[in-house]
T-cell receptor, first 114, second 113 residues
């Protein structure tokens, strides 16, 4: 079945540090890939998405590229801020065969210190 | 408007109580979802509604009863819950069920005493 494996952390960085959160997936079809972010005490927010190979999703300085050859969708940001402290979830959606599910990774908690 | 709203924000209920969670979206989405999220875990899918019809029930106990009165509203009726049902309950919607991105509400923090 479909699955997502991501770095679990927790990770602590200093402000302006470079961030990479690794995410790899297993899927039988051609999934869409997503990064969601959950700030403390809140629901999930869609951060970015990519729907086909070589697509790059970007938002708020975050980027991720859909790499079919390595089945990866790593999240990067060049300079993190304290406000980026949150839990980050990688997810895939494979609508093939009538599936309507989002499959999530376990999430990674990021803390950014000033 | 890309907002999904949920009420109440917090709910404390006893094991013999009956309560309901409410979710609303006005984005014209035709798929709506209930998730349960325990601390430090990803959300777990409970139910999917597509065009106001229940399309997925992830073997959820019958003490959780979903209802979709119209395309904008989704309810979750709760009865005879157990303390282990305490969690954050998230509602989400998407344009259609399947590959389209899901938009989540802020959640209802449920505590069962």
């Amino acid at each position: 079945g479909n699955s997502v494996t991501q770095m679990e952390g927790p990770v602590t960085l200093s402000e302006e540090a470079f961030l990479t959160i690794n995410c790899t997936y297993t899927a039988t079809g051609y999934p869409s890939l997503f990064w969601y972010v959950q700030y403390p005490g809140e629901g999930l927010q869609l951060l970015l998405k990519a729907t086909k190979a070589d697509d790059k999703g970007s938002n708020k300085g975050f980027e991720a590229t859909y790499r079919k050859e390595t089945t990866s969708f790593h999240l990067e940001k060049g300079s993190v801020q304290v406000s980026d402290s949150a839990v980050y979830f990688c997810a895939l959606s494979d609508g093939g065969g009538g599936s309507e599910k989002l499959v999530f990774g376990k999430g990674m908690k990021l803390t950014v210190n000033p | 408007d890309t907002e999904v709203t949920q009420t109440p924000k917090h709910l404390v209920m006893g094991m013999t109580n009956k309560k309901s969670l409410k979710c609303e979206q006005h984005m014209g989405h035709r798929a709506m979802y209930w998730y349960k999220q325990k601390a430090k875990k990803p959300p777990e899918l409970m139910f999917v509604y597509s065009y106001e019809k229940l399309s997925i029930n992830e073997s959820v106990p019958s003490r959780f009863s979903p209802e979709c009165p119209n395309s904008s509203l989704l309810n979750l009726h709760l009865h005879a819950l157990q303390p282990e049902d305490s969690a954050l309950y998230l509602c989400a919607s998407s344009r259609l069920a399947g590959v389209h991105e899901q938009y989540f509400g802020p959640g209802t923090r449920l505590t069962v005493t």
